[in-house]
């Protein structure tokens, strides 16, 4: 069951997890299909983590032509494939043995030590991907996050800067404590994401879309994702809401 918020961005608040993620696969499949179908290829910028998981196991089965979709990720943890936080390999595990292995995916991490010096190349790749990006998904962390956009982290004015030139930004959360033992990331700007099509925002729980919420009367320094809300209309947010 699901009710529409009135107001911009879109709320979309759903009573359980297993209709939220299928209302926002359903979401999805249509912004890759209209995409496909006006200009011939489509491009979509995906979160790793655990809460997208189930939207992307059913979208790596929709009868798209995948051979046209283009790949990216939001945010990287500056880790190898094969490491424990490497949002790359969660995007290729649901992928794999499905229509969408397909899809011609780019990764961010490239080898280079730090991503700082690697920042420039991960932008070049990326630049292969049809542009304006057609979707983005992304999440929210507890500490008001989203993408890698920690609270008060390095990098993080530079990759919040609506005027910046770059896709991509290097980020240093090294005293974050929600960047865990992965401090040294990868992630879209401000500016890119505000320039996709669509973009979805998964709340898998209703103390987060609290801290949405509330993220609205902050600092962007403090709450990142305050910076979603002037994507208005073109942010639909699947969010759980409090069981009565």
Not at 111 to 138: K, M
Not at 173 to 201: D, H, K, Q, W
Request: hydrophobic share 45%.
């Amino acid at each position: 069951m699901v009710r529409i918020v009135s107001g911009q961005p879109n709320i979309r608040l759903f009573k359980d997890k297993e209709a939220l993620d299928r209302a926002a696969t359903e979401h999805v499949i249509r912004v890759i299909s209209d995409a496909l179908a006006t200009r011939g290829k489509a491009s979509a910028m995906l979160s790793g983590g655990s809460s997208p998981k189930p939207l992307y196991n059913a979208l790596a089965h929709a009868p798209l032509a995948w051979d046209g979709v283009g790949v990216s990720l939001v945010d990287e943890r500056w880790v190898p494939s094969g490491s424990e936080g490497s949002n790359a390999d969660v995007v290729r595990a649901c992928f794999a043995g499905t229509p969408a292995e397909r899809a011609h995916f780019i990764p961010l991490y490239n080898g280079h030590p730090t991503p700082h010096s690697g920042v420039e190349a991960a932008e070049q790749a990326v630049a292969a991907l049809a542009q304006p990006f057609d979707l983005c998904i992304l999440g929210m962390g507890m500490d008001g996050h989203t993408a890698s956009w920690f609270p008060h982290s390095g990098g993080l004015s530079a990759a919040l800067d609506p005027d910046a030139e770059a896709v991509l930004a290097a980020i240093d959360a090294t005293g974050c404590e929600v960047a865990g033992e992965y401090p040294s990331r990868i992630t879209m700007t401000f500016r890119a994401i505000n320039e996709a099509r669509a973009n979805i925002l998964l709340l898998p729980s209703a103390e987060k879309l609290d801290i949405f919420r509330t993220a609205k009367e902050k600092d962007k320094m403090d709450a990142p994702v305050k910076a979603l809300y002037s994507l208005g209309e073109r942010l639909t947010v699947y969010a759980l809401e409090a069981s009565s």
